[in-house]
Each structure stands twice: as structure tokens, then as C-alpha cells.
């Protein structure tokens, strides 16, 4: 029988992929088999909803991902606009310079500018329309995504949206089998379980929300175990709303 976890309040045990002695090319193993699990488990697709519901009908738009890792949420989003006739300008930050090495490695075609920075340290002379993250945000501290969700709301021109985990103890044992039966990066197979117990439930997003005082956002429950929430500035006809 499996272990117990009180998952009632997020875990802030810190992941292994947090400390800065983790070689690259592990943290490369591990990047790739998240892009795996991204793409079979629907992570990409809610990505591509996040987007899509701020794109609108524009067809000329400039992306910006925080935790961009090694580029492949854009690169996503970058294949959706060449089949969809939209010109996509991207933004990738990381705090890791590999990580931005490797981006720049794997990604050379796209039309993006990559920087290797702490996102809140960016200062930008046009904002981008959309500034999002995928995966990010169970890093850090409720208190830390307070400011945040503030910056990301600051610093864009149209919106934001984010793609992270809902924490639940299904979804915890299930990524803990997977992930020891399929991995083979001991990074995802400590980490993955761990980020589950890290993630979130509706109503910490909802505070998080609350006393960062941003009203006009959605938070949608996604397959499989995910929320996406979309900030938008708020048209002047346009109530703010939570559901």
C-alpha cells in the first residue's frame, strides 16, 4: 500500500530541480520527458487554450513565457500560428542560462528573443500582448505568486493566463507509478510527485487572486488535473468575473 500525504495544504518541500548544483544534462533528461508528458497528457492543449482565448481574433500577436525552460511551450504555440496565419512574435525568459542555451540550440527558426534573467528583474520597452506560464508557478510561495500574478498583470498589454497543477492525492499516486514505472530522469521521478503535492486547489488561486486585487480572471478545471486561468484587461464594458 502506498504511503500516506496530507495534501489538505501545499507542500514546501523544495523540488530537486531547484537546486543549482543539478547538472545540465540532467536537467535536460528531464526537460524532455516533461515535453513528453506535456504533449500525452494535455498540457499543450491547454496551453493552446490559454492562448487562443487572449489571441482572439488578431492575427499579428507577441508571447511571452516566464519559466520557459528550454523554449518547447513556444515552439507549441509557434507550429498552432504558422498553420493559423498568425505572425508570432516570442519572448522566452529563464533564470537559468542553459536552459536559454538550449532553447536557443533546439529553436534556432523561431521568431523569438531569448533571455536568461529573473523574470521580475525584465523590464520591457513595448509589453508583450500575452505573458504566460506553464508549470512555473508551484515553485514558489502563495505570497511569492501575489507578486507574481501582479508583475505578469503589469507587464502585459492584453493578458495573461497559467497552466499549472491541482493538487490531488489521485493525481499524486497516479504520476508516482508513472513516473517509476516509464522515467528514467531521477529528477521527474522525485519531482513529479512532489510538484502534484506543491500544486493547488480553486480556492487558494481565488485568494491568491483576491489579495493581489486582479477581479477580471477565469479559472478553469483542465484534463488531466490542471487549472487554467486567464487574466484580461478589463474592456470598459466588461465585468470583472471569477468562476
Same mark, same amino acid.
Given at each position: 500500500?502506498?504511503?500516506?500525504?496530507?495534501?489538505?495544504?501545499?507542500?514546501?518541500?523544495?523540488?530537486?530541480?531547484?537546486?543549482?548544483?543539478?547538472?545540465?544534462?540532467?536537467?535536460?533528461?528531464?526537460?524532455?520527458?516533461?515535453?513528453?508528458?506535456?504533449?500525452?497528457?494535455?498540457?499543450?492543449?491547454?496551453?493552446?487554450?490559454?492562448?487562443?482565448?487572449?489571441?482572439?481574433?488578431?492575427?499579428?500577436?507577441?508571447?511571452?513565457?516566464?519559466?520557459?525552460?528550454?523554449?518547447?511551450?513556444?515552439?507549441?504555440?509557434?507550429?498552432?500560428?504558422?498553420?493559423?496565419?498568425?505572425?508570432?512574435?516570442?519572448?522566452?525568459?529563464?533564470?537559468?542560462? =542553459?536552459? /536559454?542555451?538550449?532553447? !536557443?540550440?533546439?529553436?534556432? @527558426?523561431?521568431?523569438?528573443?531569448?533571455?536568461? %534573467? +529573473?523574470? &521580475?528583474?525584465?523590464?520591457?520597452?513595448?509589453?508583450?500582448?500575452?505573458?504566460?506560464?506553464?508549470?512555473?508557478?508551484?515553485?514558489?510561495?502563495?505570497? =511569492?505568486? /501575489?507578486?507574481?500574478? !501582479?508583475?505578469?498583470?503589469? @507587464?502585459?498589454?492584453?493578458?495573461?493566463?497559467? %497552466? +499549472?497543477? &491541482?493538487?490531488?492525492?489521485?493525481?499524486?499516486?497516479?504520476?508516482?507509478?508513472?513516473?517509476?514505472?516509464?522515467?528514467?530522469?531521477?529528477?521527474?521521478?522525485?519531482?513529479?510527485?512532489?510538484?502534484?503535492?506543491?500544486?493547488?486547489?480553486?480556492?487558494?488561486?481565488?485568494?491568491?487572486?483576491?489579495?493581489?486585487?486582479?477581479?477580471?480572471?477565469?479559472?478553469?478545471?483542465?484534463?488531466?488535473?490542471?487549472?487554467?486561468?486567464?487574466?484580461?484587461?478589463?474592456?470598459?464594458?466588461?465585468?470583472?468575473?471569477?468562476?
Amino acid at each position: 500500500m502506498l504511503p500516506q500525504i496530507n495534501l489538505r495544504k501545499r507542500s514546501y518541500q523544495k523540488e530537486l530541480l531547484d537546486n543549482d548544483a543539478i547538472p545540465f544534462e540532467d536537467i535536460r533528461i528531464n526537460m524532455r520527458e516533461i515535453n513528453t508528458i506535456n504533449k500525452w497528457l494535455g498540457g499543450h492543449k491547454i496551453t493552446l487554450d490559454g492562448f487562443n482565448k487572449l489571441l482572439g481574433n488578431k492575427k499579428s500577436i507577441h508571447v511571452c513565457e516566464i519559466g520557459c525552460g528550454d523554449g518547447n511551450n513556444l515552439f507549441v504555440i509557434s507550429n498552432w500560428c504558422n498553420k493559423n496565419g498568425v505572425d508570432l512574435k516570442c519572448t522566452g525568459i529563464d533564470i537559468k542560462q =542553459e536552459c /536559454i542555451d538550449a532553447a !536557443k540550440t533546439k529553436y534556432k @527558426n523561431l521568431n523569438a528573443e531569448w533571455i536568461a %534573467n +529573473d523574470y &521580475q528583474k525584465i523590464q520591457f520597452k513595448i509589453k508583450p500582448d500575452i505573458i504566460f506560464s506553464s508549470l512555473f508557478c508551484h515553485h514558489f510561495t502563495n505570497e =511569492e505568486l /501575489i507578486e507574481q500574478v !501582479k508583475w505578469m498583470q503589469q @507587464n502585459c498589454a492584453l493578458g495573461f493566463f497559467v %497552466n +499549472d497543477l &491541482q493538487r490531488n492525492r489521485f493525481a499524486y499516486h497516479s504520476i508516482k507509478i508513472i513516473t517509476r514505472t516509464f522515467s528514467s530522469s531521477y529528477l521527474v521521478k522525485s519531482d513529479a510527485p512532489l510538484s502534484v503535492a506543491r500544486g493547488f486547489y480553486k480556492n487558494e488561486w481565488l485568494q491568491i487572486f483576491q489579495q493581489a486585487g486582479l477581479k477580471n480572471f477565469t479559472i478553469k478545471w483542465k484534463w488531466a488535473f490542471r487549472y487554467l486561468i486567464i487574466y484580461q484587461h478589463a474592456h470598459p464594458l466588461q465585468s470583472a468575473k471569477a468562476d
